[in-house]
């Protein structure tokens, strides 16, 4: 059960991986417009159709 | 930088909600003069504005801000939109990142807590076990600070401010929370740290929403204001200016399809314009040389030039917006009472929470701090608090949308207990615009069109409602125009000099108007002999006769009107209305209202807001039907800018359903605080009920208020 020792503190640097993550996808924009996105599959995009 | 001959000047607008008379404003305005750099200060008492023209080189923004503050005025700086805009922004994302911390981390301390709680005492190593308090601290610290910061914050600033808010117990269980567990760390006792994160997250919800409602209304507030373009084309200079550099007197294009961008006369071209911003209604008017257009309007088909008439801050837009803000500030006085309880509340919850602790503890239940913390949580007044300001902000933004300017948050509470309705007639249940319905020739050798020609002409500077019916006629140039109130209008034309008003006015006292005295208004036209009797006409509005019949069975109808009796009587019987009473003065009309109030009714005062102002003052309640262009803000607690006032029933109608939802919201917020604390206190709740309780409690509210974003009969 030694592998625990190495684990948590593993399971510890990923939660703040992710935290840095998030904070970072906050801050360049991804959650500004959280309802257009969700819509934007449904409308044809007419510039890049091939 | 700049040239010897050019002043650097900026212009700074505040708002200063300390200025409650004329002496704050005087107080401001003296001690802004004597600082060196600065050319100019405004005040405004009712919008509560200050500008302040000064050189920023001699003197910064902030140093102004220091003296205001120095003698006791704390001011806001009005930001332009743009600045508000990103701040809003700004706000919500670090509000998100909070979150999702709290959010990630309460995931992970939960893993670790999960193991623990499954294993029980003694089924973990000890230094398994210290390993995970350990991590589990490492990650419940970011949370404890980070994320729980707003809480922090604002109970710091309540304790400041020397009393006790929502964020107080909050935060307090929080720290306590994460501040023993970290002792326990060293001292190897219980922790709390899976709490910490959890209450930090799911209270961190419920903020983050409401958050995110307040900025959508608060988007919608400056939904008209975002609509003004930034800068106005000048023909004069060939450029472009910004709107704050435009002044009175300045002539500015509206090309079609764009935003008019200032409130003024047109000068030149004629189009369609559309004032749907301000009344929804979207018919367009057209608008030719002479007529007033506003702000934010939309012109549509043709190019117009229009001289500005009014500073920025005095346009019809700019002011809407300010009395749109204070409306949604308004608090009726159980609202008031709920935040003095709730206050009181706080410290009570304090000490019960901090007597279940003490008791559990001597009682020998290990879970005595747990009780602690989920007392102090469940029971925060949030939802109390939240209960009333959410309802405001909703209904009086669904009511702009329609064209209804709420001026006095007072006038929703009040109008849905009214027994009486008090109406004026002109310009309430009639039309208010005469029309030339009928020209009597007395001297041979004029025609109509020249008589009318003559009239239009003499009216053409005058804003009374006899100049509107000579509105759309071609003018020519007159001399020595004059107004004689409550009479007429004399001047020269073609250096013949005429007076058209009362038949006293115009020097023939004795001449009776022709036939038919009952219907509308009769004026004569005469210079040196009596030229044409005029009859003008006000007509009944279409839905006057809809709305009074279906108030009928439920209020009290009274017309009172400052008209002839025989034309007062002639519209109520049109209206069938029982109650009319002619031939009064303003001082009448008080007395009438007040007669009625001392029976017990309470009275809705309906005028257009020019002659009945003293009535509507002393009325319960009292609404303007008013054209756009005339905003009515002193007298009434509310306009209906769209002409239409078949509104009124459906006014009246939402007035319900808010006094509905604002009893549900408060019933509601105050039946959970006060269910919900007895099983916290037996040690019933699991600390994350509590949470989510607390969160799901506030959002409830909102929900609730929500419902009332689609003004309707419902």
């Given at each position: 059960m030694e592998a625990i020792?190495?684990l948590?503190?593993v399971?510890v640097?990923i939660?703040?991986?992710?935290?840095?993550?998030f904070?970072?996808?906050?801050?360049h924009?991804?959650?500004?417009?959280?309802?257009?996105?969700a819509?934007r599959?449904?409308?044809?995009?007419?510039q890049?159709?091939? | 930088?700049?040239?010897?001959?050019a002043?650097?000047?900026?212009?700074?607008?505040?708002?200063?909600?300390?200025?409650?008379?004329?002496?704050?404003a005087?107080t401001i305005e003296?001690a802004?003069?004597?600082?060196?750099g600065v050319?100019r200060?405004?005040t405004?008492?009712?919008?509560k504005?200050v500008?302040v023209e000064?050189?920023?080189?001699?003197?910064?923004q902030?140093?102004?801000?220091a003296?205001l503050?120095s003698i006791g005025f704390?001011?806001?700086?009005?930001?332009?939109?743009?600045?508000?805009?990103?701040?809003?922004?700004?706000?919500?994302?670090?509000?998100?990142a909070?979150l999702?911390?709290a959010?990630?981390g309460?995931m992970?301390?939960?893993?670790f807590?999960?193991?623990?709680y499954?294993?029980g005492?003694g089924?973990?190593?000890?230094a398994?076990?210290?390993?995970?308090?350990?991590?589990s601290?490492a990650?419940a610290?970011?949370v404890?600070?980070y994320s729980a910061?707003?809480f922090h914050?604002g109970?710091?600033l309540?304790?400041k401010h020397?009393?006790?808010g929502?964020d107080v117990?909050v935060s307090?269980a929080?720290?306590a929370?994460?501040g023993?567990s970290t002792?326990h760390l060293?001292?190897?006792?219980e922790v709390?740290?899976d709490s910490?994160?959890?209450f930090?997250?799911?209270l961190?919800i419920?903020r983050y929403?409401?958050?995110?409602?307040?900025h959508?209304y608060e988007?919608?507030v400056s939904i008209?204001?975002?609509?003004?373009?930034?800068?106005?084309?000048v023909p004069?200079?060939t450029?472009?200016?910004p709107?704050?550099?435009?002044?009175?007197?300045m002539?500015v294009?509206?090309?079609?399809?764009e935003m008019?961008?200032?409130?003024?006369v047109?000068t030149e071209g004629?189009?369609?314009?559309?004032e749907a911003a301000?009344s929804?209604?979207?018919?367009a008017?057209r608008?030719?040389?002479?007529?007033?257009v506003?702000a934010?309007s939309?012109?549509l088909?043709?190019?117009?030039i229009?001289r500005?008439?009014?500073?920025v801050?005095?346009?019809?837009i700019?002011?809407?917006?300010v009395l749109?803000?204070e409306?949604?500030?308004?608090?009726?006085?159980f609202?008031?009472?709920?935040?003095?309880?709730?206050?009181?509340?706080?410290?009570?919850v304090?000490?019960l929470?901090?007597?279940?602790?003490?008791?559990w503890?001597?009682?020998g239940n290990p879970?005595?701090?747990?009780?602690l913390?989920?007392?102090l949580v469940v029971?925060?007044?949030c939802?109390l608090?939240l209960?009333t300001?959410?309802?405001?902000?909703v209904s009086v933004t669904?009511?702009?949308?329609?064209g209804v300017?709420v001026?006095a948050?007072k006038?929703?509470?009040?109008l849905s207990?009214?027994n009486?309705?008090?109406?004026?007639?002109?310009?309430?249940?009639?039309?208010g615009?005469?029309?030339v319905?009928e020209?009597?020739?007395?001297?041979?050798?004029?025609?109509?069109e020249e008589?009318?020609?003559r009239?239009?002409?003499?009216?053409?500077?005058?804003?009374h409602?006899i100049?509107?019916?000579?509105?759309s006629v071609?003018?020519?140039?007159?001399?020595?125009v004059?107004?004689v109130?409550?009479e007429g209008v004399?001047g020269s034309?073609?250096?013949?000099?005429?007076r058209?008003?009362?038949?006293?006015?115009?020097?023939?006292?004795d001449?009776?108007?022709p036939m038919?005295?009952?219907?509308?208004?009769?004026i004569?036209l005469?210079?040196s002999e009596?030229?044409?009797?005029i009859?003008l006409?006000?007509?009944?509005?279409?839905s006057?006769a809809?709305?009074i019949?279906?108030?009928?069975?439920?209020?009290k109808?009274?017309l009172?009107s400052?008209d002839?009796s025989?034309?007062?009587e002639?519209?109520?019987?049109a209206l069938s209305i029982?109650?009319?009473?002619g031939?009064l003065?303003?001082?009448?009309?008080?007395e009438?209202?007040?007669?009625?109030q001392?029976?017990?009714?309470?009275?809705?005062?309906?005028?257009d807001?020019m002659?009945?102002?003293?009535?509507m003052g002393i009325?319960?309640?009292?609404?303007?039907?008013s054209?756009v262009d005339?905003?009515v803000?002193?007298a009434a607690?509310?306009?209906?800018?769209?002409?239409?006032?078949?509104?009124?029933?459906?006014?009246?109608?939402y007035?319900?359903?808010?006094?509905?939802?604002?009893r549900?919201?408060?019933s509601?917020a105050?039946?959970?605080?006060l269910s919900?604390?007895p099983?916290?206190?037996?040690?019933w709740?699991?600390p994350w009920m509590a949470?989510?309780?607390?969160?799901m409690?506030?959002l409830l509210?909102i929900?609730n208020?929500s419902?009332?974003?689609?003004?309707g009969?419902?």
């Open positions: 020792f190495i948590v503190p399971s640097g939660v703040f991986l992710a935290i840095v993550t904070i970072w996808s906050v801050n924009h991804q959650f500004d417009d959280l309802d257009k996105e819509e599959i449904l409308f044809d995009d007419d890049d159709s091939d | 930088m700049n040239s010897a001959a002043i650097n000047m900026d212009r700074l607008s505040l708002q200063v909600a300390d200025i409650r008379c004329a002496k704050c005087l003296k802004m003069t004597r600082l060196a050319f200060c405004r405004n008492v009712a919008d504005r500008v000064h050189d920023p080189t001699l003197l910064s902030s140093a102004i801000l003296v503050e704390a001011a806001i700086v009005n930001e332009d939109r743009q600045a508000v805009m990103q701040r809003m922004q700004a706000d919500g994302n670090l509000m998100l909070r999702g911390v959010g990630i309460m992970q301390v939960m893993m807590a999960l193991a623990t499954v294993a005492d089924g973990i190593e000890a398994y076990v210290g390993l995970i308090k350990f991590a601290f990650i610290t970011p404890a600070f910061m707003p914050l109970a710091i309540d304790l020397r009393r006790l929502m117990p307090l929080i720290s929370a994460y023993l002792w060293f001292t190897d006792g709390y740290f910490v994160c959890m930090a997250f799911l961190l419920g929403l409401e958050l995110r409602s307040r959508q988007q919608s008209a204001e975002r609509c003004l373009p930034e800068s106005a084309f004069a200079l450029t472009e200016l709107i704050k550099q435009i002044t009175p007197g002539l294009r509206a090309l079609p399809g008019v961008p200032v409130d003024g047109v004629n189009s369609a314009v559309s301000f929804g209604e979207s018919a008017i608008k030719q040389p002479g007529m007033r506003l934010g939309v012109n088909d043709g190019e117009i229009v500005c008439s009014d500073e801050e005095d346009f019809v700019s002011k809407l917006s749109h803000q409306a949604m500030l308004y608090k009726p006085s609202a008031r009472l709920a935040d003095i309880v709730a206050g009181y509340f706080v410290s009570g304090l000490l929470a901090l007597s279940a602790g003490v008791y503890y001597a009682v879970d005595w701090f747990v009780i913390i989920t007392v029971s925060c007044p939802a608090s209960a300001p959410v309802v405001y902000t669904a009511l702009k949308r329609l300017v001026s948050g006038f929703l509470e009040q207990s009214i009486h309705i008090v109406f004026d007639k002109t310009g309430t249940l009639t039309e615009t005469l029309d319905s020209v009597t020739l007395l001297a041979p050798d004029w025609t109509r008589v009318l020609n009239c239009c002409t003499l009216e053409s500077n005058s804003r409602p100049a509107r019916a000579f509105e071609v003018k020519r140039p007159a001399t020595n004059e107004q109130v409550g004399l034309i073609d250096g013949q000099s005429f058209l008003g009362k038949p006293e006015f115009v020097g023939f006292p001449l009776s108007p038919d005295q009952v219907r509308g208004t009769w004569l005469g210079g009596p030229v044409a009797w009859r006409d006000d007509d009944i509005r279409d006057s809809k709305l019949q279906i108030l009928k069975p439920h209020y109808i009274t009172l400052g002839r025989i034309e007062v002639r519209v109520a019987k029982d109650d009319a009473k031939d003065s303003p001082a009448d009309k008080v009438y209202v007040r007669q009625f001392a029976v017990g009714d309470r009275v809705l005062m309906v005028g807001g002659n009945d102002a003293a009535a009325a319960n309640t009292a609404v303007a039907v054209p005339i905003l803000q002193d607690d509310a306009t209906l800018l769209r002409q239409d006032i078949f509104r009124l029933w459906m006014l009246i109608g007035s319900k359903r808010i006094r509905n939802v604002l549900q919201n408060m509601w105050v039946l959970y605080n919900v604390i099983f916290a206190v037996a040690g709740l699991e949470a989510l309780g607390m969160s409690s506030s509210v929900v208020a419902r009332l974003n689609s003004v009969q419902g």
